[in-house]
């Protein structure tokens, strides 16, 4: 057990050996800036003012080699060997700090949005709406099944909280939403979590970049730009492997119809050439369209692989890493959550 100073919080906590700093903050109830909880976003990048830690696998555009060397790591993937002091840099003056609640909530309507997603509606009842910012996820517990992190589709101040569960053959939880759950089941919520949000004072252009049910939370940040009024063009990626795995294009079609400033482009990797589709990796399509990135804001959500990509195209496009907001979807095999 080794004890370290989070200099912002003005805390002390104790992290467990093999833990790292990031758990250790949240299982304290410290707002740490994060997003990818996977060394990918660098989200969580922090200052180690004093001690040691073991650093896991991380991207290096999350954390290069000369940030390290002048002693920077990332609060994710940091597993204290000593005692330490840090100061975390991720902060986000434009990030509005809502404050975590619990919901006792009843599934009120699910749907098969593909084969392989299943759309859920969660009524919160009488409680006042939850407060969060589009792109943010919740911690659902769901009957007789492990608590799992899923991100809103739907916007803040609603009675009813929409949410897109991709079935995992591994995965105990979604097995048991797509298999048993019914209307009038019980849900416990907590949240909200993340930071790979909508940052409303951009006013340069966006880039949405979505892999599978990661939709779910791209949907929620391109609605409330264009509910807000933001007038700066809004590109929205989709990349899925067939048209099986394709949903929520009539949503985003009226949306393009409605403004002129809205893109929305699905590309499918697992199909011959078509004039119907674009084809191809959802990245390669994007490094054909768009050549510079900077003064965007790239938000991406979906598989570990898929985000990877975006990370290395947006850097190359001349993204600043500050910039990129990224959510990445695990399965249980990968980290024993499902997103």
Same mark, same amino acid.
């Given at each position: ?117 299943? #759309?859920?509606?969660? @009524?919160?009842?009488?409680? +006042?709406?939850?407060?969060?910012? !589009?792109?943010? %996820?919740?911690? &659902?517990? =769901? ?97 899925? #492997?067939?048209?099986? @795995?394709?949903?929520?294009? +009539?949503?985003?079609?009226?949306? !393009?119809?409605? %403004?002129?400033? &809205?893109? =929305? ?75």
């Amino acid at each position: 057990m080794k004890q370290i100073e989070i200099r912002q919080a003005a805390r002390t906590v104790a992290v467990a050996d093999g833990a790292t700093i990031l758990q250790a903050a949240l299982a304290e109830g410290i707002d740490y800036p994060h997003g990818c909880r996977s060394g990918r976003c660098g989200s969580c990048k922090t200052r180690l003012i004093s001690g040691e830690v073991k650093m896991l696998e991380h991207s290096r555009f999350a954390l290069s080699d000369e940030e390290r060397a002048q002693g920077l790591t990332l609060a994710c993937c940091a597993i204290p060997q000593t005692d330490a002091v840090v100061t975390w840099l991720g902060g986000d003056e434009h990030l509005v700090a809502h404050p975590r609640r619990r919901l006792h909530c009843r599934v009120k309507t699910l749907d098969n949005a593909t084969h392989d997603i299943k #759309r859920v509606w969660l @009524d919160i009842g009488e409680a +006042e709406p939850l407060a969060f910012t !589009a792109g943010q %996820y919740a911690r &659902l517990t =769901f009957p007789g099944a492990p608590a799992r992190d899923y991100s809103m589709a739907s916007g803040p101040s609603a009675q009813t909280l929409e949410f897109h569960i991709r079935r995992v053959p591994e995965g105990v939880t979604t097995q048991r939403i797509h298999g048993l759950l019914k209307p009038g089941d019980r849900v416990e919520l907590e949240g909200p979590f993340g930071c790979a949000c909508l940052r409303e004072q951009h006013a340069g252009p966006i880039l949405c970049i979505a892999g599978g049910s990661g939709l779910a939370p791209i949907k929620a940040i391109v609605d409330a730009a264009i509910a807000q009024g933001m007038k700066q063009p809004i590109h929205v990626y989709f990349g899925a #492997r067939s048209e099986r @795995d394709l949903y929520l294009l +009539e949503h985003f079609r009226v949306l !393009a119809q409605r %403004y002129p400033n &809205l893109s =929305f482009i699905p590309v499918l990797s697992d199909v011959p050439v078509t004039e119907r589709w674009r084809t191809g990796y959802v990245t390669d399509a994007i490094a054909h369209d768009l050549q510079d990135l900077d003064g965007w804001k790239v938000y991406v959500a979906g598989p570990p692989l898929m985000v990877e990509a975006v990370l290395q195209l947006t850097q190359a496009r001349g993204l600043r890493s500050e910039d990129l907001h990224a959510d990445v979807f695990f399965t249980p095999a990968q980290n024993d959550e499902e997103t």
